[in-house]
């Protein structure tokens, strides 16, 4: 069985995420959607939308609507759909969902009530189509932002079970139009069980995280019951096409009941053609998303880079440590601290930051401020504000670095 340590454990991570070397460039947008394997889509705008925070921080200073040219274009190139979250993801892989299509068509429940009216609404996606929430009454009753109209919740009941497709946005909005008018008629054909979807996609979570655990697989496609059962039979079988690895001090997988020795057990699971050279090259410094998929698994950023990560922005503001949406920022292929970022004109507003603990402000404040600067150019800012810091001597010597 292959042995890792844990820090070659996390370069390879860092190359399967596109933030070590050059190969992460590479396709541009479109190349780096393919290697990640999926993208979260949020709605919260601080600095930037999710999507293209996760863009940038592979790629630099991507132009922004470069970034939404290629993640929704015509012909499409992309789909959304429910991965890890609510996903862009590469066209090519709309045959593999149709395991949890079949699972909603199913229960024909999610978060609301199906209404009567779906199948006219499907209706008027065939003759009218494509077409947003606006065009058939709006997406909202009036009240809070889960009281959504019968419409809304119709559209989005076709878009579970398939009959419908988000290709490409408008101001936000999803455009639905007929699956069969937008996904690719090969692509559409494919009629797979749901074994074959759940091992397909094991095998490219494998490859997007370069090495995970069973809990990261099942994190990163959210899995349980009997989906969760195929891919366990996947990884003792081989059939995902993962190589079974131990990473020294990952926690340790108990003994089967084969009765096999702990030591012959493995606790994680490797992209086996990143196995087969060392990482190289240059570890990219730039702020991260909350929705990126390197830190999408909280216990599992905990265990790669020591880095204790809670999203605040759903804690009360007197409780508060770190801000409303705390970035961490990546440098030297570690997560050195985080940073909570506002924007007032065209300056870029670091309201608190802080290094992890054990860090010197003389030792990272120049990595620190490169994060802080490239992304402010990128937003289209030309300034830079520290506010607050932690140690309190880092915000001076960061608005001294910044100043230069």
């Not at 991260?288 to 999203?311: K, N």
Request: proline letters at 5%; aromatic letters at 8%.
């Amino acid at each position: 069985m292959t042995e890792l340590t844990a820090d070659e454990a996390r370069r390879l991570i860092l190359r399967a995420q596109g933030l070590l070397g050059s190969d992460g460039r590479q396709g541009g947008v479109q190349g780096m959607l393919r290697r990640l394997g999926a993208v979260q889509l949020d709605t919260i705008s601080v600095l930037a939308r999710s999507h293209e925070l996760v863009a940038y921080a592979r790629l630099g200073a991507v132009g922004r609507p470069a970034v939404e040219r290629a993640y929704w274009d015509a012909p499409a190139r992309s789909f959304e759909y429910w991965c890890h979250a609510a996903c862009i993801l590469p066209i090519e892989n709309w045959p593999l969902f149709a395991f949890r299509r079949r699972a909603y068509r199913e229960r024909r429940f999610r978060w609301h009530e199906v209404p009567d009216s779906v199948d006219k609404l499907l209706q008027q996606v065939r003759d009218h189509g494509p077409l947003t929430t606006a065009d058939v009454g709006g997406a909202k009753n009036g009240g809070p932002w889960w009281d959504w109209s019968d419409s809304k919740i119709g559209l989005e009941w076709l878009l579970d079970i398939g009959e419908v497709v988000c290709t490409r946005r408008v101001g936000w909005r999803r455009v639905y139009d007929l699956a069969e008018r937008v996904v690719p008629a090969g692509l559409l054909a494919e009629d797979l069980t749901d074994e074959e979807c759940v091992v397909r996609l094991a095998g490219i979570a494998g490859r997007s995280l370069g090495v995970a655990t069973r809990a990261d697989l099942i994190d990163f496609l959210r899995l349980k019951g009997r989906s969760a059962e195929i891919l366990d039979e996947a990884l003792a079988s081989g059939a995902a096409g993962l190589t079974p690895v131990r990473v020294a001090g990952w926690p340790a997988v108990r003994a089967g009941r084969n009765g096999s020795a702990p030591g012959a057990v493995p606790n994680a699971w490797a992209d086996p053609a990143a196995l087969e050279s060392e990482p190289r090259g240059r570890h990219r410094t730039t702020l991260v998303s909350p929705f990126d998929s390197l830190i999408w698994h909280r216990g599992r950023t905990e265990r790669v880079f020591g880095f204790a990560y809670q999203l605040e922005l759903y804690v009360p503001k007197h409780k508060r440590v770190h801000g409303y949406f705390t970035m961490p920022v990546l440098a030297g292929g570690r997560l050195i601290g985080r940073v909570d970022p506002a924007r007032e004109g065209t300056t870029l507003v670091a309201r608190k930051v802080s290094l992890e603990p054990g860090l010197t402000s003389a030792r990272w404040v120049e990595a620190m401020g490169d994060a802080l600067r490239s992304a402010a150019t990128w937003v289209g800012c030309d300034t830079v504000r520290v506010e607050r810091a932690d140690p309190p001597e880092l915000a001076e010597a960061l608005n001294t670095t910044l100043a230069r």
